[in-house]
């Protein structure tokens, strides 16, 4: 197999770099080695001004969504192009895009929604005017997610969602959420699960945040308290959710995009720990951090103390 990018290749990568180095804005753009370099956040910035400005830049392109087909408004590239658009966005540490809304939200949409569910969310996902997160883990229930509490019971047209979440990224910048939730108790624990498209607007959801050790805001938790979810927002058949889940899931592990971005990461921690003479356990204690930095970490050691009392 060859590697080398072919002639159009070339020019496909001199078409995105060019595109880069001109639209990327000021706000966003990283000179290695600031101490930013190793945030291992793609999505770096883009819930900022600037990040909405460089979405609906990629999003006249179709650079929002490479890999989708053009029918549903993507670029249709194929795996070799996907490959050299995100090795030059990760070369010029340019914030990744689209996030779970393109990257998996959409295309279970693709394979499992209705038209009406089609025409409704894939257009306004692919033109950055909405972003996803994804509300499928629990505080008892990750690695076996099947085991699932947080319940949603049928009232007429809608269905009345109690419970919890935890890990939700981006909860607090995103206007919808994909949500798994148990619709019949009884049934085996894979079986009582459905699929819900879930406007983040509705009454009776609250988030709570989980800052990391960085300091940084990117996890919630989530509560719902009587959160009514019209019926037609259930994708696919009701109980069939972890199946539907299943795909959602592959399309999140499929997401190798970040690989040429990681691999600048660990070359920039490299470098950092070449240049500074520092041991390598010193950047976990992030003693670059900017003084405000510090005053975020501090306050986030708080919440997740109380967080962990909370929680028993
Ligand atoms: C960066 C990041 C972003 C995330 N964003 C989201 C999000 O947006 N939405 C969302 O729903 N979730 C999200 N998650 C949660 C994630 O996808 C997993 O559900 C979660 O991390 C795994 O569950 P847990 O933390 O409860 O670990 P546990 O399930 O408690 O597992 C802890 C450890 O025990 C091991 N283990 C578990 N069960 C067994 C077993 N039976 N035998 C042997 N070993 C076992 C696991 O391998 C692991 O090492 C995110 C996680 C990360 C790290």
């Not at 592990?253 to 070359?267: C, E, H, P």
Request: hydrophobic fraction near 40%; charged fraction near 25%; include cysteine.
């Amino acid at each position: 197999m060859e590697f080398k990018d072919s002639a159009a290749d070339a020019v496909f990568r001199s078409e995105v770099r060019a595109f880069i180095e001109a639209e990327l804005p000021a706000p966003l753009r990283v000179i290695a080695p600031e101490w930013g370099t190793f945030n291992t956040r793609r999505g770096r910035g883009m819930d900022s001004e600037a990040g909405n400005e460089w979405r609906q830049k990629l999003a006249a392109r179709h650079w929002l969504a490479p890999h989708w087909p053009k029918e549903y408004g993507g670029a249709g590239l194929d795996i070799g192009r996907q490959f050299i658009f995100n090795e030059e966005m990760a070369l010029h540490r340019a914030p990744g895009v689209g996030g779970i809304g393109v990257g998996w939200a959409g295309p279970t949409i693709m394979a499992y929604g209705n038209d009406e569910q089609k025409g409704r969310f894939l257009p306004n996902i692919v033109s950055g005017n909405e972003t996803w997160c994804q509300g499928f883990s629990e505080p008892g229930s990750g690695s076996d997610l099947a085991s699932l509490q947080t319940r949603a019971i049928r009232d007429g047209d809608e269905y009345v969602v109690n419970g919890q979440k935890i890990w939700t990224s981006g909860a607090h910048h995103s206007q919808w959420m994909i949500l798994l939730a148990r619709t019949d108790p009884e049934a085996p624990k894979h079986k009582g699960i459905s699929y819900f498209l879930l406007d983040m607007k509705t009454p009776g959801i609250q988030l709570q945040p989980l800052i990391n050790m960085l300091g940084d805001y990117s996890f919630n938790q989530v509560y719902f308290d009587n959160v009514r979810i019209p019926r037609a927002n259930l994708l696919g058949e009701e109980h069939r959710g972890w199946y539907i889940g299943a795909t959602t899931l592959d399309f999140e592990r499929s997401s190798i995009a970040a690989s040429t971005s990681m691999a600048l990461i660990v070359r920039d921690l490299a470098a950092w720990v070449r240049e500074s003479g520092r041991p390598l356990s010193r950047v976990r204690a992030r003693a670059e951090l900017p003084p405000g930095r510090r005053a975020a970490r501090r306050g986030s050691t708080t919440t997740s103390l109380r967080l962990v009392r909370r929680n028993g």
